[in-house]
């Protein structure tokens, strides 16, 4: 999940609470997130409060409930495609960004690893000359 944000009811502010920021609290919601829900805010100092959420519109809840914006977009992007295969040397470097972002989106992917013997070789076919490459 990303963050929720969260607006005070009608003429109440953290100052009228009695909130001092150093507070934590637990957000008690329906398991199903709609439109601008009333939530019950409870302080770790033992206050109780209902505040509205700002997820105004349906996409909004979509990136909330993806953990954000950026894993949404790459989940659709996924989605689209059943399987990648990502080229590159057998390390770390460069590629394990992408190894993380793939592994993260739940993506259907396995690689292609090129020692530095047999790179020359494919070097031509690789857009760029480079990897990696999806
Ligand atoms: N601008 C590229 C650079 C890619 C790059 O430098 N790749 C290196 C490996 S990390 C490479 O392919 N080296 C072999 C070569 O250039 O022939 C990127 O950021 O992805």
């Known amino acids: 999940m990303g963050i929720l ?3 005070f009811k009608e003429g109440e502010s953290g100052q009228s609470l ?3 920021g150093s ?7 329906d398991a199903k997130l709609t439109v601008n829900q009333t ?6 100092t033992g206050k109780s409060f209902q505040c509205m959420t700002r997820l105004d519109t349906e996409p909004e809840i979509a990136y909330y409930t ?6 949404y977009v790459l989940r659709k992007l996924i989605a689209q495609t059943t399987d990648y295969k990502l080229h590159y040397f057998p390390f770390y470097g460069r590629a394990e960004p992408l190894r993380m972002m793939l592994t993260h989106a739940g993506a259907d992917w396995d ?3 090129y020692t530095f013997d047999q790179w020359p070789k494919y070097k031509e076919s690789m857009p760029n000359g480079q990897m990696p490459c999806l």
């Open 66 to 71: 993806n953990g954000g914006i950026l894993q």
């Open 23 to 29: 507070e934590t609290f637990t957000i008690e919601r």
């Open 18 to 20: 009695g909130l001092t």
């Open 39 to 44: 939530v019950t805010v409870k302080s770790s």
């Open 111 to 113: 690689e292609a690893e």
């Open 5 to 7: 944000p969260l607006q």
